[in-house]
């Protein structure tokens, strides 16, 4: 095949592109395989715990396997854990990979996204001895797990700094699908928003995509020409085309999941902040100080795992300090909030 | 038609002959593994522990073995498809799309069908090979009525059918009560029936019909006026059409059987291991089809050769990532030095003859 | 006489099959040699191990008395070889100019300075008198004009050498005189060429020097200026051949003859969409071959293709036995009886690829006893293929190989028992002896007169006069789509016949 020399080197850079893309491919990686340390324990006596994840995506995603895997960072140096992880996991290897890492000895394996809950079930029956935990499931058992941001909790805060703001009296919200958790969130909000005003009126768009920045964007023009003033947005990335649409109009919005005051100071009012690595890594202390149920955990503004984010330029102090007593409130359960949720349903 | 150049390109993998097209992916696949050894020996792992541990987790157990064959199963099955269509001279790049899309069918009927002994299983893996089919003769029909070229149709449709499926599970199939895009779960009735049972790992019967399917492929591709029919019609239109083969139909035909079986690969995962539909449930599966078909020489016996070697080394490459780190996607290097491998040894074959 | 190249030794093997055997020859320079020899003696595989194309097993390749080793068809080039194959190396959908820079070995830079380089061209071409639309997509082209573009492509890598596979094969009479005018011209200038053929007037008129081949030897080398004919077929053919039999005309006579195709004011298009056959009508009675002739391209190619099924008339009717067949697809017209020798034996005829056993398949493969509820019927179809190898002395070591590697004569071969093996009551032949040697041809030529005389019906499309005359009862001329003429093939004379060709005009006069 081969018939001239041109052709072969052509051949063998070929070659040595794909090897050293590879390389490079691998050798990242595994600095962080190898990156396995014991931790500050080692000294004691203690068991060193093995702590294994497996993602739905890759670690380098920026988002949602990204934070777990940042978790994950925190477990090994903090907690002193062994830990392990495997990346881009197919729906129909999950339960494979859950088998050889409990074969391999592994103490707590964690499943990262509510697609693990079948797998997690089957093979946690398989293996009693060893701890199994989904986040963003509500699968449970004997040694089976989840672990979820406690909600109503932001719903209730990010409500509340709305209906104080809004001059229209008209709240927009903006997200991809009708899901059971993010209407607890939404049906808090608009009940603490009518509390605060009760001229207050919110009224909820859905745009189908939590990628799509355009559409939420369109959206956000939407509500805004209907004279809302304040966005909440909880769209993943189209947060991005909603803040942008605020932005452009003037109005006030409330991000949702990361910090986004740094994109507008003047239009953020502030985010409901919902930290996944946080999550992951309290669960697991918990785990590890206060023992192991079979139950869904939910974590919340107590143990800060979620949170309101900073606050945007125009926000006065004083909504500021009502902010952090509520907070105090609801984390010393003087607010029950699911009393809430479950009055409006 | 633009498709000739890569058809004919795409001979050099073709084998007719039995065994060659056994031996093909296994030497393939071995040079593959030989050149990776040594970009694992640069990452610092003993490539003999590395491979010891990728040859345990595919291989070295029952368990595992039974894992292996659940992932061969629906390899075997859009390698299958793939091949079949090739072999009538038409490019199925949307095994993906139909697989998705059988396995939405097959998912909706197995829910909805309420009746006793395996027929709700039956029924289903029926109307989504009916509508995998379908899927697939939509690409083949702009083709040949159209003269739309299929690859780009095909690919296209993937979407489609990712799509579709994506807005079932979070709409009309999405399971009650729950947030997640998935359906139900499916009723013990409608499951596969099961041919062995270990711990956990249930190999269904979707197995004996890859068998079923290949064989049947191969004896009609060899043995009868179909094959003759679609292995004409493949290399020369123009000659078909003078020996008095409906060309058009032809085209039609294999690509609503490819799209039907690559819709097994779909539905039998889903009602016999799955149990239940998911966004995302088995990414990519329809595009390694292609590879298998490549692998395995276009040949369905050789497809079920390199189906089960892809995947073993797949299910091998997790117990070699968490015993030595070296990650999973090694294995796709694996399989592209494999295809070249194998791409080299075709063309140098041939030069060999053609100066002997 | 200086040697430009010589060749010492040169065998090359296939298997069992040794195609040339310790070839030893000599071309001097600026002299046409004609390498002369039936089909399969080994002439093209000898050229094409001087072009690169294959690596000898055995022997010496010398270029101006230096041994060079010439590996690929680019070593060849480099040194100022240039093969013109049979089958075009043309890429269709590009235009003459790109074509012949993408075979240009010399100052090929990354950007081509296109409109330098056709300067270039342009006065290569007008230097030697070659002139063709460097624009024109190659698909728009003539066969001739293509040759053209094939030979430019040479002169533009400079070769000294220039090979010539079977030019004329393809070529109309006048498009041979213009071809011939250019290779003088290029020996004129210090080229020299080597000419493959397999015709004997051909050779003698434009060979300086004649090689007989034979059996991948070379039997004998001769000026052309002193050789006898006859001993020159004897060694071509390594047996005399028997005067050609007057043959007798068809037993039935004409009035008596009932009509077995009957086709009336046909209209049909060709693939540039252009209208090629403007309402033809014409008979064909029972056990009587009809000629057609033309110089190609005048419509007979389409009309063939509508009358086997292969083409949509789009006007006009065809019956065959009074049965209304306009339009019938292929499968319909054999099972009535009718046959097809087609043109192009690549395009149609056979499948390359398939083994010779499944080649015999081909337009029969779904009728019993070939197959059998579906199912084909290995064991009868190998021994009707065995026999029909045997009884038309088809060259094949073993029917599981592949039909592509068959010579072109035992491919011709291999067709006409597959489809006369159907016991046919119409034969449509269209060209079925192009490229074929002596005693193929006449081979074809008696399996037609055996069916006619068995009262089987012929349609027998050919563009070699003395042919037609010699076959067919009757001939019609084709010219612009329409019939020029029809006259009996007694009456008929090459002048008379030429005449019509050119359409009642002088037969050339009107071609620029």
């Not at chain 3, 090629?276 to 009675?285: D, M």
Request: aromatic fraction near 8%; charge should be positive; glycine fraction near 10%.
């Amino acid at each position: 095949m081969l018939r001239s020399a041109k052709k072969l080197t052509i051949f063998l850079v070929i070659i040595m592109v794909i090897i050293t893309m590879v390389l490079s491919m691998t050798s990242c990686k595994s600095k962080m395989q190898t990156s396995t340390g014991l931790g500050g324990n080692t000294g004691s006596k203690e068991k060193v715990y093995k702590v294994a994840i497996l993602l739905p995506g890759s670690v380098n995603d920026g988002g949602w396997s990204a934070s777990a895997y940042e978790g994950l960072v925190k477990i090994e140096k903090e907690l002193g854990c062994k830990t392990a992880f495997t990346e881009n996991v197919k729906k129909n290897d999950q339960v494979q990979i859950m088998r050889e890492y409990a074969k391999k000895g592994f103490d707590i394996i964690i499943g990262h996204g509510f697609e693990f809950s079948d797998a997690l079930k089957q093979v946690s029956q398989e293996y009693p001895n060893i701890k199994f935990v989904g986040i963003g499931t509500m699968v449970t058992g004997p040694n089976l797990a989840s672990l979820q941001f406690k909600y109503g909790e932001l719903g209730y805060l990010t409500g509340f700094i709305a209906a104080k703001s809004t001059h229209t009296n008209k709240i927009g919200i903006i997200t991809a699908t009708k899901d059971p958790t993010g209407q607890i969130e939404f049906d808090t909000l608009e009940a603490i928003a009518k509390q605060v005003n009760p001229n207050v009126a919110v009224a909820i768009s859905y745009t189908g995509s939590w990628e799509d920045i355009y559409k939420a964007k369109e959206a956000a023009i939407a509500q805004i020409g209907n004279g809302a003033d304040v966005i909440i947005t909880n769209n993943d990335a189209g947060n991005l085309g909603v803040i942008q649409a605020a932005k452009e109009k003037g109005v006030f919005v409330i991000g949702w999941t990361g910090d986004y005051y740094k994109h507008a100071p003047d239009n953020v009012l502030t985010s409901a902040v919902q930290k996944v690595s946080l999550l992951i890594f309290e669960g697991v202390k918990g785990f590890l100080e206060k023992g192991f149920e079979g139950k869904v955990y939910q974590l919340g503004l107590k143990e800060g795992v979620q949170y309101i984010g900073e606050y945007g330029n125009t926000v006065l102090q004083e909504l500021k300090d009502e902010v952090k007593k509520i907070t105090k409130d609801i984390i010393e359960g003087k607010i029950n909030i699911e009393e809430i949720y479950k009055v409006k349903k | 038609m633009s498709n000739r150049k890569l058809i004919s390109f795409l001979r050099i993998f073709e084998k007719d002959s039995v065994i060659e097209s056994v031996i093909t992916p296994i030497i393939g696949l071995i040079v593959g593994l030989l050149i990776v050894a040594i970009i694992i020996l640069l990452q610092g792992v003993n490539p003999i522990t590395a491979y010891q541990e990728l040859i345990f987790g595919a291989i070295g157990t029952k368990i595992n073995l039974f894992s292996t064959l659940l992932k061969f199963i629906p390899l075997s099955f859009t390698g299958l498809a793939v091949t079949l269509a090739y072999r009538a001279g038409v490019f199925n790049i949307g095994a993906e799309g139909q697989l998705y899309i059988g396995a939405l069918v097959a998912t909706w009927v197995a829910i909805k069908v309420n009746l006793p002994f395996y027929l709700p299983s039956l029924l289903a893996l029926i109307s989504g090979t009916i509508v995998g089919g379908f899927f697939a003769f939509i690409p083949a029909y702009l083709k040949v009525e159209k003269g739309i070229n299929e690859v780009l149709t095909t690919i296209l449709m993937n979407y489609v059918g990712i799509n579709i499926m994506g807005f079932s599970v979070n709409s009309f199939l999405m399971e009650k009560g729950q947030t997640a895009p998935q359906s139900p779960l499916i009723e013990r009735s409608a499951h596969l029936p099961i041919i062995a049972k270990l711990e956990g790992v249930h190999l269904h019967i979707g197995i004996v019909l890859v068998f079923v399917i290949a064989f049947l492929m191969h004896d009609i591709f060899w043995n009868t006026t179909w094959g003759f029919e679609i292995r004409s019609v493949s290399i020369n239109i123009e000659a078909s059409k003078y020996g008095g083969i409906n060309v058009k139909k032809v085209i039609m035909i294999v690509m609503f059987v490819s799209g039907a079986i690559a819709s097994l690969a779909g539905s039998t995962e889903v009602l016999g291991v799955q149990h239940r539909l998911m966004e995302n449930f088995m990414i990519g599966y329809g595009y390694d089809g292609i590879t298998v078909a490549l692998l395995g020489g276009l040949n369905p016996l050789g497809v079920l050769v390199a189906a089960f070697f892809l995947g073993a080394l797949r299910n091998g490459a997790y117990s070699m990532q968490i015993a030595t780190g070296i990650p999973i996607s090694i294995i796709y290097v694996v399989q592209a030095f494999a295809i070249l491998s194998i791409i080299s040894a075709s063309a140098l074959y041939k030069k060999f003859l053609a100066e002997n | 006489m200086e040697t430009l190249l010589e060749l010492m030794g040169i065998t090359k093997v296939f298997g069992d099959n040794v195609a040339n055997d310790g070839v030893n020859l000599k071309i001097f320079k600026g002299e046409i040699h004609v390498l002369l020899g039936e089909n399969g003696a080994g002439k093209t595989t000898l050229m094409n191990c001087i072009s690169g194309l294959y690596i000898p097993n055995q022997g010496k390749i010398f270029w101006e008395g230096k041994e060079i080793q010439v590996k690929t068809p680019q070593d060849a080039v480099k040194c100022g070889i240039g093969m013109v194959h049979q089958h075009f190396m043309l890429v269709d959908n590009l235009t003459v100019l790109e074509n012949i820079l993408l075979s240009g070995l010399r100052k090929r830079f990354v950007f081509l300075n296109k409109k330098q380089q056709k300067r270039e061209v342009l006065k290569l071409m007008r230097s030697y008198g070659l002139d063709v639309d460097l624009d024109a997509q190659i698909w728009q082209l003539p066969v001739g004009l293509r040759q053209r573009v094939e030979i430019i492509k040479v002169l533009y890598n400079d070769a000294k050498l220039i090979i010539l596979d079977e030019p004329t094969a393809v070529l109309t009479p006048y498009e041979t005189e213009e071809l011939f005018k250019v290779l003088k011209f290029l020996t004129a200038q210090g080229r020299s060429v080597i000419f493959i053929t397999h015709k004997l007037e051909e050779a003698l008129r434009i060979g300086d020097r004649i090689s007989v081949m034979r059996r991948g030897k070379i039997v004998h080398t001769f000026f052309s200026t002193n050789v006898d004919k006859n001993l020159l077929v004897r060694l071509m053919m390594g047996e005399e051949i028997e005067e050609r039999k007057k043959k007798k005309s068809s037993k039935v006579e004409k009035d008596k003859r009932e009509t077995i195709l009957d086709v009336r004011d046909l209209y049909v298009k060709n693939n540039q969409g252009t209208i090629a056959v403007k309402g033809i009508s014409l008979e064909v009675g029972k056990g009587e071959i009809l000629g057609i002739a033309g110089v190609a391209g005048n419509g007979q190619s389409e009309l063939v293709e509508a009358l086997a099924g292969l083409r949509l008339a789009i006007k006009g009717k065809v019956y065959f036995k009074n049965k209304d067949i306009t339009n019938a697809p292929p499968r319909l017209l054999r099972n009535l009886g009718i046959v097809h020798i087609p043109e192009d034996r690549h395009k149609h005829g056979m499948i390359g690829e398939f083994s010779v056993k499944e080649n015999f398949l081909i337009g029969s493969y779904y009728r019993y006893p070939f197959s059998k509820r579906m199912r084909l019927q290995h064991e009868y179809i190998e021994e009707y293929a065995r026999m029909w190898i045997k009884k038309y002395n088809i060259k094949v070591s073993d029917i599981r190989m592949k039909a592509k590697y068959l010579s072109g004569g035992n491919q011709q071969k291999l067709i006409l028992a597959r489809e006369l093996g159907k016991f046919p009551e119409l034969i449509i032949a269209a060209y079925p002896t192009r490229g074929l040697d002596i005693l193929a041809t006449k081979f074809v030529h008696e399996k037609l007169l055996e069916y006619r005389d068995k009262g089987t019906s012929i349609i027998f499309v050919s563009s070699e006069l003395d042919e037609l005359r010699e076959v067919s009862d009757r001939i019609i001329v084709l010219f612009r789509g329409e019939i020029a003429g029809s006259l009996a093939a007694k009456e008929a004379d090459n002048q008379t016949l030429g005449f019509l060709m050119a359409g009642g005009a002088p037969l050339f006069s009107e071609r620029k």
